[in-house]
Structure formats: structure tokens, C-alpha cells
């Protein structure tokens, strides 16, 4: 008996191998077969796959490998191995344990397993049968979530969820539920949550069941998405489809009281689980990578390959999973075809010096660090410029665009959250008051309180959306909740301001934004909310095609710079820098039209209540130019060239010359 070696697959064939897990005892030894098969469009081989976590990769076990098929009549007679017509292949513990667990006692069952229908030794074919995953996945006629064995009575769990997700259907694209076909109960009634009574142990098991290696893998995204239709889950010999799984995570989300706030996991499975049911839509890796990064992977490569499936075809990049490449080149290439294809530089505001582990450029995010911040969400710093970059030699991405100010101060470090309880909130934020209010009149100290209640939460206030959304505080209870702590600071009482509903809010925005970073000032006065590596000294730049201004430092050389990270600074988040001010009455948006499913950044008339595409700022296209038709002209607008046929997306009044005939100093930043 020795060690199994694979056959290698004749790619162009579209050949995968499938295993063939023979019936046994479950204590008994795992024997398998593995044959090749071909999977393409015209012939489909009955299977299953399987998604698990690998578990520790040095807790090996051995297993039976059955290389002469013509024996397996008389192995399965005498009930035993026979060692002399088997090879042995290790494998991890968790996977062993999911063999068990799964095998039939009197049938067999063919099954695709990563760890061992790929040859994980071989790199080139890793990276061949990585691509054909997405076929895989939607290929089997199921997918079994193995999520390990019963521990923590984590079958009082999955019976819990069960009896929840099995009574209510969710649209997850309207996050709401309503009762099942054949249930009458009210979903939003104390009925069918009575029903199973959520004791302290109910609660725990829940949290320790979502808190389970599976669900913090990178690769169930794409293996569950897939098949999602045809997938169940299995903890220990307790099975339940994934279709009553997440409905029923959603309902508990939806009743905060069933577990602990302190372990209270829900709503982060209910943003995964919009993955998982195919619902976290992205046009682009750029919008997949940084909801994906706190996820957990063997290889950093598969931080781009393990999400490739996700994004529409055309989007991919032309990436090809490599694992003869290094990880730093994967994570280069995509920056740079991502530039390239979308003509933006978005992918900078995942930068940060902040989350940094591998030696790579600072232009280059460093996906295998999970982010310590929030990213800005409708920042509009360089308007809708394109950007004007170009890769030079030896990690040199030279991209256009203008310093605005530097930093001067740090007036606040972020080191902990904002406590929920009013006594210790409102110290907190008189701490912050304190920490920005200088000397001068009453009317420059409520100017500094305005600022300061617009940075601590990168100014997410309810009206800067259309339709109007509860989802984000108001400016006028935030601003009232600032002065009523400056108040109590001033009058120096210990009796903290009420908090309503939207100060909360308020405060948990602070939290969010907040993360990672730090209040600073600048030369010329303005607050800034930066990342914690910002030093005095450094710039705060708007980049053409990078809606965030971005904090940069002069490297060593004295003529490049270094990406620090995107930063919030009141008065150029919407084009200020670029355009001047907008006009009292006028005031930027973001509009969701459900028509075409996306939301967009327009223009809103404070004194008509109109809403526009066009910038009020801009002046008249240049010669030959006009605003042409398309589908989604009441959202965005399209560029037509009558003299020369061109036509884009990107505002002709926005290029380089144009802005410099402005008066706007652009340079050109060589980033490092």
C-alpha cells in the first residue's frame, strides 16, 4: 500500500474527476474510487459537491483509495480493506469526519471534493479546475453544506431554525418576509416565535452555530450562490435545506431580543446570506472585493479567484486563476485592468496603511488584511472625472489630480467605540467637543459644531437620500443632540441629554465611521476624519476618478508619494476642489431609481425641489458636444461628439485642460 498518484486530466476533454464513496459502517475505515469524467454542456455526470471547511491542514487522517475497480465486489464481501489494491490519500480531519458523517450504509454515493478531486500539488491544474468551479457548482444535482459535528447543542439550533424558516418565504431583494404557502401564521406576530421558546439555551446554540468555521470561508460564496436552490446543511447527522436556513436566520435577525446583543451575529449572516442567496449584485470586482475581505482563505490568491464567478463575465478582468504567480502580482494585476477597463481609480480607496502586511506598492490594496475601517459610502470628491493614469516601470502608478490641503493636528484618536449608555456617550462627545472647539465668538463655535457633527459621520445624514430613508439619522436630531452635549459641557452638569431613536443612530454611525481612523485639522482650518497612520505633514489630495479624497505622503525620494488612505474633509466631498461650491439652493444626492435597480449621485434644487443630472457648476460643453439619449438619461448623462462620432460617459468639461482653463492646478502624483 503506498501513497494514491493522480492521472492527469486532459483539460481540453473537460475532464473532472469525480469520487465514489463506497457504503459502509460509521466507525469503519473511508473507502472511496475516483474515476475521470467529462463535464461540458452535453454531458453532465450525476453528482454532488461538497462545501466544508478545510480545518486544520497538519490534523491529517488517512484514507482507502480503491484503484481496481474490479475487485470492489469482493472487498464489499469481506467487509474489510485490502491494503494490497488500495492507495492511501490524507486528508483534513473535518474532512474525514464529513466522510463519515455523509456515507450511505448501503449505496454509494459520487461526490466532487476539492481536496481530493484536485490534485492540489499540481499548480497548473488548481488553477485549470478552479475555473471550472462555477460549472461544478451549478452542474451537481446538490450541494451539502457540511458544518461539522453536533457540539453545543447545535441541533436545539438548527430545530429552532427550522421551525422559523420553514413557516415564512423572504424577498431578500425588499428584506421582508411573509407567511409560506401552506402556513397562515403572521411572520411579524409573537405566535410562531412563541412557538419555540427562546431560552438562554436556544440563544446560545443559535450564536454557536453561526459562529461555526464555515460561514467565515471565502469560498462558500461562490459554492452555495451557485446551487443555492439545491443545497442543504448538515451538523452532525441533523439536516436542513438552506432555503429554511436563511429564512430562518432572517426572522431571527428580525427579533433582536432571541439572542445576547453582545453575541448577537445575525445581521452579519444577514449580509452574507445576501450573497449566499444571490442577491449581492455587483457589476465588478471593485464592488465584491472589500465585502469579502474579512472572509477567511488557505491562499491570498484566492482573495481574486475564489470571486471571479460573481461578477458578470465581461467584468472578470480577463483573470485567469494562476498559482504559479505571486500573490502580490494577482493583487497588482487586478488594480491594473481594473483602472484600465473602467477608466476610474475607486480601487484606491480600499488603500490603506493602516492594513498592511505584504511588501507591495501603496497603491495596491492589501486584500489579505481585513479592513480596520469603513469605506466612505457616497463620497464625490472629483465629481465624475475620469481619471488620467498610466503604469510606469518598477511599481509606479502616476495618476492626475490636485493637492488640496495638509494636515496639521491630530485633535482625536479613535481607540474605542462610543459607549451606548447616555452618561458615558455624552462624556465621550463633549471629549470631541472639547477636542476641536477653539476660542472666538458663539458664531464661529457653532460653526466648529456643524463641522464637527457633519465629520463624525462623513455627513450619511437621512437627507442626503431620495426617496427619503430611515436607514440614516437626520441632520436636525444629530445637530440638536451635538449642542445638547455642548451645553451640558458648558454648564458642566452630569445630567446627559435625552437620546432619541435617530441620536442612536446617530451615534452608531459615529462608531462606524469612526473605526480606524482620527479627527484632525488642517492648515487652512477645515476637520478632517483620516486613517490612524496619517501623520502632520501629510496631503489631502482629490485624484481624477477617485470619488474619495485620498491622504498622501511624500516618499523618501522627495517626488513621489505614498497612498496613507481615503479620508473625509468637510467642504470638497462634492467637487469642491474641481468645481468651487455648489450653489446655496443646490444640494448633492443620491437618488435610488428602482427602474434600473442602482442608485446614482444627482443634483437636488432646494428652492423647485427638481432634481437634476447636469452639475449646476458646469458651464457649456465644448464645440462639437452634446448630451445624447440613452435608457438612463434621467440618472446620469451621455456624451455625443457630432464632429468626431465619439461618444463616452465621461463630461468633456471635466479633462485635464478644461479643468486647468478653470484655474484648477492639477499635477501629476506618482504613486509608489
Not at 472511496?32 to 478545510?54: D, G, H, K, N, T
Not at 450504509?105 to 485549470?128: F, H, K, M, P, Y
Not at 479592513?371 to 470628491?381: G, M, N, Y
Not at 451640558?488 to 441620536?503: G, H, I, K, Y
Request: net charge negative; with cysteine.
Amino acid at each position: 500500500m503506498g501513497p494514491y498518484e493522480y492521472t492527469p486530466l486532459n483539460e481540453e476533454a473537460k475532464e473532472i474527476r469525480l469520487l465514489t464513496l463506497l457504503p459502509d459502517d460509521y466507525d469503519t475505515p473511508i473507502r472511496i474510487s475516483i474515476e475521470i469524467a467529462i463535464l461540458s454542456a452535453s454531458e453532465v455526470p450525476q453528482f454532488e459537491a461538497l462545501s466544508y471547511a478545510w480545518g486544520d491542514v497538519s490534523d491529517l487522517t488517512d484514507i482507502f483509495i480503491q484503484v481496481s475497480p474490479s475487485k470492489r465486489s469482493e472487498l464489499q464481501r469481506l467487509g474489510g480493506v485490502d491494503t494490497t489494491e488500495c492507495r492511501t490519500l490524507s486528508v483534513t480531519s473535518n474532512l474525514f469526519e464529513a466522510l463519515k458523517h455523509i456515507r450511505f450504509g448501503d449505496r454509494t454515493r459520487v461526490l466532487w471534493i476539492d481536496a481530493i478531486c484536485v490534485d492540489q500539488t499540481n499548480l497548473a491544474e488548481r488553477s485549470n479546475q478552479v475555473l471550472r468551479m462555477p460549472d461544478i457548482y451549478t452542474s451537481n444535482k446538490g450541494v451539502v453544506v457540511w458544518l461539522g459535528p453536533e457540539s453545543n447543542n447545535s441541533s436545539v439550533a438548527i430545530k429552532a431554525i427550522q421551525h422559523f424558516g420553514s413557516r415564512i418565504t423572504v424577498d431578500w431583494d425588499l428584506r421582508s418576509m411573509a407567511p409560506a404557502p401552506e402556513s397562515t401564521l403572521d411572520p411579524y406576530s409573537e405566535d410562531v416565535y412563541d412557538a419555540v421558546e427562546p431560552t438562554p439555551q436556544v440563544r446560545l446554540s443559535i450564536d454557536n452555530l453561526l459562529g461555526r468555521a464555515w460561514f467565515e470561508r471565502l469560498w462558500i460564496i461562490q459554492e452555495v450562490c451557485l446551487a443555492v436552490k439545491n443545497a442543504h446543511m448538515l451538523c452532525g447527522l441533523v439536516k436542513i435545506s438552506y432555503e429554511h436556513f436563511s429564512n430562518g436566520v432572517f426572522y431571527l435577525a428580525n427579533w433582536r431580543e432571541v439572542l445576547d446583543p453582545q453575541v448577537n451575529r445575525l445581521w452579519v449572516m444577514i449580509e452574507q446570506l445576501l450573497f449566499l442567496s444571490n442577491k449581492g449584485t455587483y457589476n465588478d470586482l471593485d464592488g465584491v472585493l472589500p465585502q469579502t475581505r474579512h472572509r477567511r482563505c488557505s491562499d491570498q490568491r484566492d482573495r481574486i479567484f475564489a470571486i471571479l464567478s460573481l461578477v458578470p463575465e465581461s467584468e472578470r478582468l480577463d483573470i485567469r486563476p494562476d498559482y504559479t504567480v505571486s500573490v502580490a502580482e494577482v493583487f497588482q494585476s487586478v488594480v491594473l485592468q481594473q483602472v484600465k477597463r473602467s477608466s476610474q481609480l475607486n480601487i484606491l480607496r480600499s488603500c490603506s496603511m493602516n492594513d498592511r502586511f505584504m511588501d507591495i506598492p501603496t497603491w495596491v490594496p492589501d486584500w489579505s488584511v481585513t479592513s480596520s475601517t469603513e469605506s466612505l459610502r457616497t463620497s464625490w470628491a472629483s465629481t465624475s472625472a475620469k481619471a488620467y493614469s498610466c503604469f510606469e516601470a518598477q511599481g509606479i502608478l502616476a495618476a492626475t489630480g490636485r493637492w488640496v490641503t495638509v494636515v496639521n493636528d491630530i485633535r482625536h484618536i479613535f481607540t474605542r467605540p462610543i459607549p451606548k449608555d447616555p452618561q458615558a456617550s455624552a462624556k465621550a462627545i463633549g471629549e470631541l467637543i472639547s477636542a476641536v472647539k477653539g476660542g472666538g465668538t458663539n458664531s464661529s463655535n457653532v460653526d466648529r459644531l456643524h463641522l464637527l457633527c457633519r465629520t463624525l459621520c462623513a455627513a450619511e445624514f437621512a437627507e442626503k437620500y431620495i426617496p427619503a430613508t430611515e436607514d440614516f439619522p437626520p441632520w436636525e436630531e444629530s445637530i440638536k443632540y451635538i449642542m445638547a452635549c455642548d451645553e451640558r459641557l458648558r454648564l458642566n452638569t452630569r445630567e446627559p441629554p435625552q437620546q432619541s431613536m435617530f441620536a442612536r443612530l446617530y451615534l452608531h454611525y459615529i462608531n462606524g465611521f469612526s473605526k480606524g481612523r482620527m479627527l484632525v485639522t488642517t492648515t487652512d482650518g477645515q476637520l478632517g476624519l483620516v486613517p490612524q497612520s496619517t501623520e502632520p505633514g501629510d496631503k489631502v489630495c482629490v485624484i481624477l476618478g477617485c470619488s474619495s479624497p485620498l491622504i498622501l505622503r511624500t516618499a523618501d525620494d522627495g517626488s513621489s508619494h505614498k497612498v496613507v488612505g481615503e479620508c473625509y474633509l468637510d467642504g470638497i466631498m462634492t467637487g469642491e476642489a474641481l468645481l468651487g461650491e455648489l450653489p446655496k439652493q443646490w444640494m448633492h444626492v443620491q437618488k435610488l431609481f428602482p427602474e434600473y435597480s442602482l442608485e446614482y449621485g444627482i443634483f437636488l434644487d432646494g428652492n423647485t425641489g427638481q432634481i437634476h443630472v447636469e452639475d449646476p457648476r458646469l458651464g457649456p460643453l465644448p464645440a462639437g458636444w452634446r448630451i445624447g439619449s440613452h435608457q438612463e438619461e434621467t440618472a446620469w448623462n451621455w456624451f455625443v461628439n457630432d464632429a468626431t462620432g465619439e461618444e463616452t460617459e465621461w463630461d468633456p468639461r471635466l479633462e485635464p485642460d478644461m479643468l486647468r482653463a478653470r484655474g484648477v492646478e492639477l499635477q501629476e502624483f506618482r504613486l509608489v
